[in-house]
């Protein structure tokens, strides 16, 4: 567990920039689904956020 919160606090810029990617990269899949639908093909979501 020690080793895990060292690695985490060592890393922590790196975790938090990917976590804000992957919820911008999915806001952006939904917000621009007629360009990018990859909302469509991972969730089989045929929306886009209005």
């Known amino acids: ?3 895990m919160s060292a690695t985490i606090e ?14 911008v990269f999915f806001l952006a899949a939904c917000t621009l689904h007629d360009v990018l639908p990859v909302c469509h093909y ?9």
Do not use: E, K, N, S
């Not at 060592?10 to 919820?23: D, K």
């Open 42 to 50: 991972l969730f089989g979501c045929d929306h886009a956020m209005h």
């Open 1 to 3: 567990m020690a080793a």
């Open 10 to 23: 060592q890393h922590h810029r790196l975790i938090i920039a990917g976590l804000v990617f992957v919820i």
